[in-house]
């Protein structure tokens, strides 16, 4: 089984791929950009951080489900000298059994982002 998300309390999707994938045990949500409901992206490295988990627990709500579920993330980013800051935020959303994550550094992201999170849940904890 598998089936196309997309929920109304997270941006649409950008190009042609689904916010989320459900299957059987899992949901693996698209990278989330840091944008609001109306486009727009903050200039801070925190304020996009905070957006794009936002994003992600937005999805796993319209599904029933909460940051809890996460068991990976992948983080890219185009400045990995706001690790830190990115790290700061990061850590208020996954503060308890975080999910195994991976950071990156990349040197672009679409509509001139500095960070971009995708993650894998599952349903069943």
């Not at 801070?44 to 951080?49: F, R």
């Not at 185009?78 to 690790?83: E, G, H, I, V, W």
């Not at 996954?94 to 001139?112: C, D, H, I, M, W």
């Amino acid at each position: 089984m598998k089936k196309s998300i997309s929920v109304d309390s997270a941006p649409k999707a950008i190009g042609p791929y689904s916010q989320a994938i459900e299957t059987e045990n899992f949901i693996f949500i698209s990278g989330q950009l840091p944008l609001d409901l109306s486009g727009n992206i903050p200039n801070s490295i925190k304020e996009q951080t905070t957006n794009c988990i936002k994003n992600i627990e937005n999805i796993l709500k319209g599904l029933g489900l909460s940051l809890k579920n996460v068991v990976k993330t992948t983080v890219f980013m185009t400045d990995l000298t706001k690790f830190q800051e990115m790290n700061e935020v990061y850590s208020e959303f996954f503060y308890s059994n975080p999910p195994a994550r991976s950071t990156v550094e990349v040197k672009g992201l679409p509509k001139g982002a500095s960070i971009e999170i995708e993650a894998i849940a599952i349903k069943n904890i």
